[in-house]
């Protein structure tokens, strides 16, 4: 176990604990020396975390402290780091800078150690970027899903035949090549799938479909289950 993961877990158990905790009752937890929970306490001490007590008599967490709200173990920093590296690739500029600033929110907030997993570079999502999405701002369609509110889409299908569309947005799929728009369409009277790159206009209509997202999000997966099994 890193130490990171170590902080945190010892953290965690003194949390938990309504007696002082030896070291050696820690370090049996947590499968090290008795030596390295020590040096570890000392560090936590160091950064003003409210460990008292010692060596023979066991640990405590001073009443009242709690850890922070963004308080991580290292695997889920990993997983905070890839998935934020994730989102560059999409085509949707709007996700991408809400992404560094969840970047420079967490950095700051998280101690030292595990900001040195955040900072390490060591964890990459590889493979090209999408294209930008042209006509159509995906930042719109999501707060259209959120709001519930239907949009009019001027739409090229792969045969390049145009229509004009009224849509109810409920969910959005980003692919590495591009986004697909998940939506009830009014003019099919059924379920439809939109990529973005054959999407020539989006207008925003304020008509809503207040109570219907759910709805209709059940019966996309139901419908996508029914094909999934026929399939097998």
């Not at 938990?16 to 050696?24: G, H, I, K, N, S």
């Not at 059940?218 to 099994?229: H, I, K, P």
Request: with cysteine; aromatic share 6%.
């Amino acid at each position: 176990m890193r130490k990171a993961s170590r902080l945190f877990e010892i953290i965690q158990i003194m949390r938990l604990a309504r007696q002082p905790v030896t070291a050696a009752t820690i370090a049996e937890r947590l499968e090290v020396a008795v030596r390295s929970i020590y040096r570890d306490i000392a560090a936590l001490q160091a950064m003003r975390v409210p460990i008292e007590g010692g060596r023979g008599i066991g640990y405590i967490l001073r009443p009242g402290f709690d850890l922070p709200p963004l308080m991580f173990s290292i695997e889920e920093m990993e997983a905070i780091v890839l998935s934020l590296a994730l989102l560059e690739r999409t085509g949707d500029s709007e996700l991408k800078q809400a992404a560094k600033r969840v970047s420079a929110k967490i950095a700051g907030a998280v101690p030292p150690p595990l900001r040195q997993a955040f900072d390490a570079n060591a964890l990459h999502a590889w493979g090209f970027a999408a294209p930008s999405t042209g006509a159509i701002d995906l930042a719109l369609v999501r707060r259209a899903i959120r709001d519930e509110e239907k949009l009019d889409i001027s739409y090229r299908d792969e045969m390049g035949r145009a229509s004009e569309r009224l849509v109810r947005p409920i969910a959005l799929i980003y692919y590495a090549e591009t986004a697909n728009i998940v939506a009830w369409c009014e003019l099919r009277q059924a379920i439809r799938n939109f990529r973005s790159d054959r999407i020539e206009d989006c207008q925003a209509t304020g008509l809503r479909f207040k109570g219907e997202g759910d709805r209709l999000r059940q019966v996309w997966v139901d419908g996508w289950e029914t094909n999934a099994s026929n399939a097998g």
